[in-house]
């Protein structure tokens, strides 16, 4: 029987707080306390009431080499004893970021050309915004002002500030923010095989078909006006890691070309190495315009995420009519310490040969996976890439039904999961959206992972699953 919705969040309480067990943070419910780490070790969290918790997700797919190295522990104390833990990029440049846009840069085969630091994801892509929106009206050789607006796709995530909302197709995100965004995004929509698939229908028909939907909106909204079109190569937390079907990045980026738009890959939750490749489009070698990077960027050992800009885009910059200037900046933008610690763990992931651990972990994952959990009546779907993989519920496997959002199956999966006798740790994504799709989870655990671990998580995955329902 499926159970009556509980508590999403721990300790709720509607009394006033005593000062002893009082937040003083914020917490994004400030009526919930989360649990409380003590410390990790390389795959574990250790909570203060006792519970040591294997770690399946990394926060939202952040952690790449685990919580914990010395390599990166030493050169982050290296940054600190030189004095540069911060230096303000308005006036200078500093070797450690400029190395690390240089290690990023010689990554993606000549496509990218230039890269500029921020600290959340959603920095970056509220800076691909802008680019995009500079590039066409004062830097091209033959500037197009009209060009403002964006197509993005439905129940998509990239971000919270308002042009990066904007973007998203994430209705539940949107909701209260609708009023104030700037509107210039429409949606089309997302490829999404499960769902969107029809029968009958071929993938490459699928395909056509989702191309067509881009041409057609590009049509309505009057060619001269699109600015840029912003897709994740692999759909993380709003729909729970969905690759895009194979050739679906080539036919956008035939439709961009063809209309003079710009091409954004938001590669914040996806990139970085966490579907075995370093960036996700280099799988198909669709390169985009723009690209944004993020969470695993640094591993979470700092809070750093880039921007990428093409050749293409750069050279609209340094040789257009325009300033050169990209008029947009922030305080701690190519910040030192952050950069020191990137590149670390970039280097780590690189020497110790991780990309081919997240292939060959990923298979083992998604295999064992499938074969525990693919006839369980409330599972929908099992899909992803690399080490990078969404379980969807449904509550007809039949029909595709989602349970209702307001039961918040994937919260209280992912609560059940981090208690005994589980003791795991998995993303809850951002559930159903729209109705739509159904809740997941997102299994992402560190590139890292050994063996044994892998068949941990999934035993235990595959028993909290079948527990719970
Ligand atoms: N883009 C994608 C695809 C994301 O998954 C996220 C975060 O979940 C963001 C952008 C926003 O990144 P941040 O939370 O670091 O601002």
Not at 249 to 278: H, K, P, Q, S
Not at 325 to 336: D, E, I, L, R, V
Request: a positive charge; glycine letters at 8%.
């Amino acid at each position: 029987a499926i159970r009556k919705p509980q508590r999403v969040m721990a300790r709720r309480s509607s009394r006033p707080a005593t000062v002893a067990t009082r937040s003083y943070l914020f917490n994004r419910s400030v009526r919930s306390t989360p649990y409380r780490i003590k410390r990790a070790s390389a795959q574990t969290l250790h909570f203060e009431n006792g519970w040591n918790v294997l770690d399946a997700s990394g926060g939202a797919a952040v952690t790449g080499i685990g919580h914990l190295s010395t390599r990166v522990e030493q050169v982050m104390i290296k940054t600190l004893k030189r004095g540069i833990a911060y230096i303000s990029s308005m006036m200078f440049d500093t070797d450690v970021a400029e190395d690390f846009a240089r290690f990023l840069i010689t990554t993606t085969d000549g496509k990218m050309t230039r890269a500029v630091f921020y600290s959340s994801g959603t920095e970056a892509n509220e800076a691909a915004y802008k680019v995009a929106l500079q590039y066409h009206a004062t830097e091209k050789a033959n500037p197009e002002p009209t060009r403002t607006l964006f197509i993005a796709r439905d129940r998509s995530y990239h971000g919270t500030t308002l042009g990066a909302l904007d973007m998203s197709g994430h209705k539940a995100r949107r909701e209260l923010y609708e009023r104030v965004l700037p509107h210039n995004t429409h949606h089309i929509s997302p490829c999404y095989a499960y769902r969107g698939l029809q029968t009958g229908e071929s993938v490459a028909e699928y395909v056509t078909r989702l191309k067509n939907e881009l041409e057609q909106k590009i049509q309505d909204l009057g060619p001269k006006n699109v600015a840029a079109f912003i897709c994740e190569p692999v759909v993380g937390a709003a729909l729970g890691c969905v690759p895009a079907e194979a050739g679906y990045l080539a036919a956008m980026r035939e439709v961009c070309d063809r209309y003079g738009i710009l091409l954004i890959f938001d590669e914040v939750m996806c990139g970085m190495g966490r579907t075995g490749y370093l960036h996700a489009w280099q799988k198909e070698g669709v390169a985009p315009d723009i690209q944004t990077v993020g969470k695993g960027l640094a591993g979470g050992f700092q809070q750093l995420s880039a921007m990428l800009v093409s050749p293409k885009v750069n050279d609209a910059f340094e040789y257009g009519p325009g300033s050169g200037a990209f008029s947009h900046g922030h305080t701690f933008q190519n910040y030192p310490l952050a950069c020191a610690a990137g590149l670390e763990v970039q280097k780590i992931i690189q020497e110790e040969n991780l990309l081919q651990n997240v292939k060959e972990k990923g298979f083992r994952l998604s295999k064992s996976l499938k074969k525990r959990l693919s006839n369980h009546r409330h599972v929908g779907d099992i899909r992803g890439a690399g080490l990078f993989w969404g379980i969807e519920f449904v509550k007809d496997k039949q029909t595709m039904e989602p349970f209702p959002a307001d039961m918040k199956i994937n919260w209280r999966i992912y609560e059940k999961g981090l208690a005994p006798p589980y003791e795991i740790h998995v993303y809850p994504g951002m559930g159903t959206a729209d109705g739509v799709n159904g809740d997941h989870i997102i299994l992402s655990p560190s590139y890292n992972i050994t063996d044994t671990e892998i068949d941990a998580i999934v035993d235990r995955v595959a028993r909290l699953i079948e527990d719970y329902f």
